[in-house]
């Protein structure tokens, strides 16, 4: 696989940023890091989540199943959110997509795969729960990000306390509108709700790694890297985590530095 990057550009003891020469290369990049892992401990939890930016990592993990026996039977999975309400048998929930991108295209065991309950009955209880079940799994190994145009990571909106659990949420109308394009109905059709990881759940996880691809995700980026870290910016919390690296295409880094 060609990876043709720049030189890192912004290393910290912490934090690295690698600029890919596309988007492709940058999912190469996060796959191959999900394969080192598996192959050093086949029992690894990782932490994944949905969206299109994560969907070129499980292509790439799919190419590494097929062509070099990447095997992924022991792993572990636990999804970031869901949303709150949907019928999980919709193609929109994340359920399904999680079932058909992750759990049986990279051949998880279905039983090792979890994500947030959005159609229970008590969110509170079910939030608690998730916590519960991430931490008697030993905590994720590695966790893999996106980040919304307003700088969300999982559902966790501008306001979102860094140190937030698992929880409901409301999602803004802004994030409504950039997912109205998985469904059929538009805008409407978006659920106002998602149970999500919070910040804090996520930075428990011992390695994180977050992709962004294109313009539109820029601001959000150059904020994250290089403004202030508060609950104003939800991926800024990341820059006080001691192991993650964003991998960017050239759009989505052209707002840094
Ligand atoms: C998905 C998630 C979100 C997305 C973000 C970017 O599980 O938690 O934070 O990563 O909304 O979405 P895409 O990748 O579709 O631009």
Redesign the pocket.
Known sequence: MTTTTTAPVHTSSSLRVVVAADAESAAGMAAERISALIRSRPTAVLGV??????SPVYRALQTLRRTEGLDLSQASAF???EYVGIDPRRPQS?RSVIDGEVTRSLGLDPLRVAIPDGSAPDLVEAAHAYEESIRSAGGVDLQI????HNG????NEPGSAHDSLTRAVDLTPE?RR??ARFFDGGIDDVPTQAL?QGIGTILRAREIVLLAFGSG?AEAVARALEGSIDRSSPASALRRHQAVTILLDKAAASMVG
């Open positions: 989540a949905t969206g299109s930016t994560p999804a970031l959110d994340y990000l996106g980040i919304g969300h990571i999982g559902f994030t950039a997912n999500t995700k």
